[in-house]
């Protein structure tokens, strides 16, 4: 947490060969540029930024201390045990955290999946209308739509929302509407490459819209940046 340059909480994590356990520390750290690296600052403080940072999310079963004695490396001698649920009570609670609905919460995730599926479903019924069309004239009209239509609905219906709902709702939809529209055509299996594409594409417009739930200008403008280079890539060849 925090920027390479500056100042910054870093962690490392170590998993367990027996037992269902990692162990990580946490140290606050700046960037030297007489020494060319990190310098580090502290480590309860890390630690201290850690336990604060998941003390209240819904997959924390747990927060205590155990004092272990060992003050070398700057430690204070204390452990900090974060337990975590399962996944599918992170699920529940996270359903649960969402509270009561609303036409946002709905209009969110079904204005992309419409969009998604509705420029599909436009592109091949107007494939069949005007076979005799060039369909490159169909993409320049659909493809516009699929580009800029997504981050405009999430920016705007995400804008003074809770921003985790926000950002859930959205990576819902979205998901969903790429799962739907590979079925709607019966493609099964894409290249790991596209998926990965996939991902990444759903990362960036959640940027958006935890950007625009929060009023952060620069953290949308971070996701829009992200969403068109991304859409660029295939164009380039890169993806």
């Known amino acids: 947490m925090g ?11 170590y998993s367990s060969r027996s037992g269902n356990w990692t162990a990580i520390q946490a140290h606050t750290e700046y960037w030297d ?10 480590v309860p403080s ?39 649920a399962p996944a599918l009570v992170i699920a529940g609670s996270t359903i649960r955290g969402i509270g009561r609905w609303t036409f946002g919460d709905i209009a969110l995730p079904g204005g992309l999946l419409g969009i998604v599926l509705g420029v599909r479903g436009w592109g091949l019924a107007t494939e069949a209308v005007f076979p005799s069309v060039t369909p490159k004239l169909f993409v320049a ?3 516009p739509i699929l580009a800029g239509a997504p981050p405009a ?26 799962v739907f529209d590979l079925a709607f055509v019966g493609v099964r299996q894409i290249p790991t490459q596209h998926v990965y594409h996939r991902v990444a594409l759903t990362s960036a417009i959640v940027v958006i819209a935890v950007g625009s739930a929060r009023g952060r200008r620069r953290l949308v403008g971070v996701g829009v940046v992200a969403w068109l280079a991304l859409l660029a890539a295939p164009l380039l060849g890169i993806a």
């Open 3 to 13: 920027t390479y340059f500056g100042q910054r909480t870093h962690l490392r994590a």
């Open 33 to 42: 540029w007489f020494r060319v690296r990190h310098t580090v600052t502290g």
């Open 46 to 84: 890390g630690a201290r930024f850690v336990e604060e940072d998941l003390r209240d999310e819904p997959f924390v079963t747990n927060a205590t201390r155990t004092y272990h004695g060992h003050r070398s490396g700057g430690s204070s001698g204390w452990w900090t045990v974060i337990g975590l």
């Open 141 to 143: 009209i659909g493809y």
């Open 153 to 178: 609905l999430v920016s705007v219906l995400s804008a003074d929302r809770p921003a985790k709902r926000a950002g859930l709702l959205t990576a819902l939809g979205f998901g969903t509407a790429l």
